[in-house]
């Protein structure tokens, strides 16, 4: 879990180092899903067989084969529509992996018998104090900045390569951008992390996964959200309702509602964004 706040620093490193190659990027790309992914693909891999082993053997397949999708996919509507918005990604995943670690020492405990081998005996009597190593290190580890969870490295690479071409520490600059601005509020969605920022200038900035969306800078698009309105209400020659889809900043939609029109209505896919707008 503490790796994941380096995750944007290795991808620009791996953007630094492909150079513009874009097969040694890919093969960076690589390299880092592994990272995350390998071993935890792998373990879930073995779950199956090994619980259908503690379980009483090939009779059980289809009973812990039934169990296991059951759980997948209550997991995935549970976790993906709801917790995700409640607690945020870095609690769920300690606790599932919470959750993990207490099964494996309740399956390690019950499985190793008098006639077990001796690693599991073994096993029966460590299980505990890894669980309970575990809880302390849960406990310890502290929360992802919300300035990293807004960085954007994989959206605007190019502009971190910029701030760092000339620095001797590529990892400081890169964190000097990051933090140049202040979290005015940081939500986690179903589909992205949403985020308000305010920068010098000042300029207030919505982020959807680290990408610019709105701003309050006249000179960047705040024009641009205010004629998405205006334009259109302008033409037409008696406008009643009007539809905007995306929510964004709600610029767009304040603009619409300077006409004489009776109803706007604004369609959002990710409620975290009406929830992070200040």
Same mark, same amino acid.
């Given at each position: 879990?503490?790796l994941?706040?380096?995750?944007p620093?290795?991808?620009?490193?791996a953007?630094?180092?492909?150079d513009?190659?874009?097969?040694?990027?890919q093969?960076?790309y690589?390299?880092l899903c592994a990272?995350?992914?390998?071993?935890p /693909? $792998?373990?879930?891999?073995? @779950?199956?067989?090994l619980?259908? =082993?503690? #379980? !009483?053997g090939? %009779? /059980? $397949?289809g009973?812990?084969y @039934?169990?296991n999708?059951?759980? =997948?996919? #209550? !997991?995935?509507? %549970?976790?993906?529509?709801?917790?995700?918005g409640?607690i945020?990604t870095? =609690?769920?995943?300690?606790i599932?992996a919470?959750?993990?670690?207490?099964?494996?020492?309740?399956?390690?405990?019950y499985?190793?018998?008098?006639?077990a081998?001796?690693?599991?005996?073994?096993?029966?009597?460590?299980?505990p104090?890894?669980?309970?190593?575990?809880l302390?290190?849960?406990?310890?580890?502290?929360?992802?900045p919300?300035?990293?969870?807004l960085?954007?490295?994989?959206?605007?690479?190019?502009?971190?390569?910029?701030v760092?071409?000339?620095?001797?520490?590529?990892?400081?600059?890169w964190?000097?951008?990051?933090?140049r601005?202040?979290?005015?509020s940081?939500e986690e969605?179903?589909?992205?992390?949403i985020?308000v920022?305010?920068?010098?200038?000042?300029?207030?900035t919505?982020?959807?996964s680290?990408?610019p969306?709105?701003?309050?800078?006249?000179?960047?698009d705040?024009?641009?959200?205010?004629?998405?309105a205006?334009?259109?209400l302008?033409?037409?020659?008696?406008?009643?309702?009007?539809?905007?889809?995306?929510?964004?900043?709600?610029?767009t939609a304040?603009?619409a509602l300077?006409?004489?029109?009776?109803?706007?209505?604004?369609?959002?896919i990710?409620?975290?964004?009406?929830?992070?707008?200040?």
């Open positions: 879990i503490p994941f706040t380096q995750l620093f290795l991808f620009l490193e953007y630094a180092a492909a513009g190659s874009f097969w040694v990027l093969a960076g690589l390299g990272l995350v992914l390998a071993v /693909a $792998a373990l879930s891999g073995a @779950a199956y067989p619980a259908v =082993a503690a #379980a !009483g090939r %009779a /059980a $397949a009973p812990v @039934a169990w999708a059951l759980g =997948a996919v #209550a !997991g995935a509507l %549970a976790v993906g529509h709801v917790a995700v409640i945020g870095q =609690a769920i995943l300690i599932l919470g959750l993990v670690a207490a099964g494996a020492a309740i399956l390690t405990m499985v190793s018998g008098d006639h081998r001796s690693p599991l005996r073994v096993g029966r009597r460590v299980a104090v890894l669980v309970l190593v575990f302390v290190v849960a406990v310890a580890i502290p929360d992802w919300g300035h990293v969870l960085s954007g490295p994989a959206v605007r690479p190019e502009v971190y390569m910029m760092s071409r000339e620095a001797q520490d590529r990892r400081a600059a964190l000097r951008w990051m933090l601005g202040q979290v005015v940081l969605g179903r589909n992205s992390v985020g920022m305010d920068y010098p200038g000042p300029v207030r919505l982020l959807v680290g990408k969306d709105a701003s309050d800078s006249v000179v960047a705040l024009r641009t959200q205010y004629l998405a205006h334009l259109p302008a033409m037409h020659p008696r406008p009643q309702t009007v539809a905007i889809i995306g929510l964004g900043s709600g610029a304040g603009a300077a006409h004489p029109v009776r109803e706007v209505t604004c369609f959002e990710e409620p975290a964004i009406g929830r992070a707008l200040p």
